[in-house]
């Protein structure tokens, strides 16, 4: 029994024996998987003092790489080798020692020496560094003030951000950055590494590309970038620290980790290569007379607020002028749509209906600038359109088009290559905009006739009126407030007057009507009456009964021997012109005699004058002159054929 229990008990040994080794093997693997060995430092990287014993101050050791190392811990002596490597927290003192160990890495023993101090001073663990630094202090002097001063040289050396803004944006094209790294009090840090990335539509003028890499100045950089598009544009920027590493062993050792970037602030803007052109326009006159010439003020401008016209840049605009549009089309406006080419619109145009009539066209280098544009006949013509024309064209102007309207437009193609590079498309203005449109007036034609020419005193007068030249709709039009257009005025005037020496029948040829304008009233000239008619087209019968404009019965009755004469007038409105027949005109006047006075009829000759636009024709009254004369003849001669 004894024997069996001895030999379990010494397998049990065994087996612990066993672990134990197994453990020590895994625990001596792992002390090889982070054990790292250092080579200590050249004696040009260090001093010795005493503090019991010799100790040195600067560099410890050196790692494979050679990358210094320095004791954080004052009294234990390290034996070169460490274990596992952690990153120390950033902060600003950290950025400091860091921007030191780089800045003082090839320095003198001394300099290392006053960089051990700092160390110790602001890094340092454990209680035995106070009195060390003390015997260091008496017996290097210079050490310690050399420590302060490097640490002191730190404090603006290290970023704590880099700002960037956008400065001098000219028109959203073109621009700057500003850019300064600055430190833990705002004050700006010289010779820190950043980047500047444009994100979005833009780029670096200096590199031609959206990044820019640089060191810090001790004062702002301003970096020049152009658009190259429209969008947003985000400025952001990176910049370097230093990171420290810690070494844990018997010695717990600091040194240089590495350089890092890391964000710093950044900055969003709008940018905008391209611009969108327009023009505002108002008609230089809204009311124009038939005949004259058409003409549009014309301005430059941006279509948006983000739009800014290129300085100097020349610009081509075309206008395209509509004419003979009529009451009913007022108000049907039509609006380019959107990123619809200007040959587009216009056919959208033409498909309703209306086409061009006239044409101009100019240029602009800048906004506000206003030019007064003359209507053509032809695209880049030098033929002036006269108002009118377009009724003309359709066979005398009966119809009931009266008005006209402008549509400018900007073609990129028809821009130069310049100019192309800023204009992504098309701008059109709006067809039938009020403060684009006029109204081009009429001129009407009056041709009339007196029944007789010559009269008794006591006889009924009478007159035949014919009229052309008003809008087949006259007096239907009541305006259009918000386009600037006044109402129709829907009636003409006759009237009659005498002229004649009331007291001597002899006399009243001195007082034959003479002059286009009707005379003042005197003892020799006296109007007998005036009423109101129709202001349309048509043929009136005036007198003898006939109606005038309110149902009324006309009748004019000779009541004293001279000159009477039928005048026809229109006074005008803002689609016909003012018009009126002549005071002169023999075709309109009846010579009256008393009775039992030999009457001498008078045959109507032309007046010396010219007669104006809204004249007599004298061909019709002529030709029925001829006619009763040849009809006259043939009957005498048959008279004295039947006598024979």
Not at 201 to 218: C, L, R, Y
Not at 360 to 366: H, I, K, M, R
Not at 560 to 572: D, L, M, N, P, S
Request: with cysteine.
């Amino acid at each position: 029994m004894a024997l069996a229990w001895r030999r379990k008990g010494m397998s049990i040994l065994a087996m612990l024996t066993g672990l134990i080794l197994a453990l020590a093997m895994v625990l001596g693997m792992a002390g090889e998987a982070y054990a790292a060995s250092l080579r200590p430092s050249e004696q040009n990287l260090h001093i010795r003092f005493t503090h019991g014993i010799s100790l040195p101050l600067g560099v410890i050791g050196l790692d494979t790489s050679n990358n210094h190392y320095y004791c954080m811990e004052a009294g234990p002596i390290t034996d070169y080798t460490v274990g596992p490597v952690r990153l120390l927290k950033d902060d600003q003192n950290a950025r400091r020692m860091a921007w030191i160990l780089e800045q003082y890495r090839k320095a003198g023993a001394r300099d290392h020496a006053a960089v051990a101090v700092i160390i110790q001073d602001h890094f340092g663990i454990g209680t035995q560094w106070a009195q060390q630094r003390e015997s260091v202090r008496q017996q290097h002097p210079d050490i310690i003030p050399r420590a302060e001063q490097i640490w002191q040289e730190s404090e603006n050396k290290v970023a704590a951000d880099v700002v960037v803004e956008r400065i001098d944006a000219v028109a959203l094209r073109s621009g700057s950055v500003a850019v300064s790294v600055k430190g833990y009090n705002g004050e700006l840090v010289e010779g820190v590494p950043f980047t500047v990335t444009l994100e979005g539509p833009a780029h670096f003028v200096s590199t031609g590309k959206a990044t820019f890499s640089g060191v810090s100045t001790a004062t702002v950089q301003h970096l020049a970038w152009e658009a190259d598009g429209h969008g947003e544009v985000t400025a952001k920027t990176t910049y370097e620290y230093g990171r420290l590493r810690t070494m844990d062993g018997i010695q717990q050792l600091l040194g240089l980790d590495s350089f890092v970037s890391t964000g710093g602030s950044a900055t969003t803007f709008t940018v905008r290569k391209d611009f969108a052109p327009m023009v505002s326009t108002t008609v230089s006159d809204k009311v124009v007379d038939a005949g004259s010439p058409i003409f549009d003020d014309v301005t430059s401008g941006v279509a948006d607020s983000s739009s800014h016209w290129v300085p100097d840049l020349a610009l081509q605009a075309e206008g395209y002028y509509f004419d003979g549009l009529a009451a009913d089309d007022l108000g049907l406006v039509i609006e380019p749509r959107s990123q619809e080419s200007a040959d587009g619109f216009l056919a959208r145009i033409k498909q309703a209906g209306y086409r061009p009539s006239a044409y101009g066209q100019t240029s602009f280098t800048g906004p506000g600038q206003t030019v007064r544009v003359q209507a053509m006949t032809e695209p880049g013509g030098s033929t002036p359109y006269l108002a009118g024309e377009a009724d003309r064209a359709d066979g005398g102007g009966t119809g009931t088009g009266s008005f006209g309207t402008w549509v400018w437009v900007f073609r990129r193609a028809s821009q130069s290559d310049e100019a192309k590079q800023y204009l992504v498309r098309d701008w059109s203005s709006t067809f039938l905009e009020a403060a684009e449109s006029n109204v081009n007036r009429r001129k009407v034609a009056v041709e009339s006739t007196v029944t007789e020419h010559s009269a008794h005193v006591g006889s009924e007068l009478s007159d035949t009126i014919t009229v052309s030249g008003f809008p087949s709709d006259h007096g239907s039009f009541a305006g259009n407030e918000e386009y600037g257009f006044g109402a129709d005025r829907p009636h003409a005037t006759v009237s009659v007057w005498w002229s004649g020496d009331a007291d001597d029948a002899v006399n009243d040829e001195a007082y034959k009507p003479t002059g286009a304008e009707v005379p003042a009233e005197d003892e020799h000239h006296r109007l007998v009456g005036s009423w109101e008619i129709p202001a349309r087209n048509g043929t009136f019968k005036f007198g003898a009964g006939s109606l005038d404009a309110h149902g009324e019965p006309v009748h004019i009755v000779a009541d004293q021997h001279g000159w009477y004469v039928f005048v026809w007038e229109f006074a005008g409105d803002d689609r016909v012109m003012p018009a009126a027949s002549r005071y002169d005109d023999a075709w309109e006047r009846t010579r009256v005699f008393e009775p039992g006075e030999p009457e001498e009829p008078e045959e109507p000759v032309e007046s010396e004058e010219q007669l104006p636009h809204t004249g007599i024709s004298m061909v019709m009254p002529s030709a029925v002159a001829v006619a009763f004369l040849s009809v006259g003849c043939t009957m005498l001669a048959i008279v004295k054929r039947r006598r024979r």
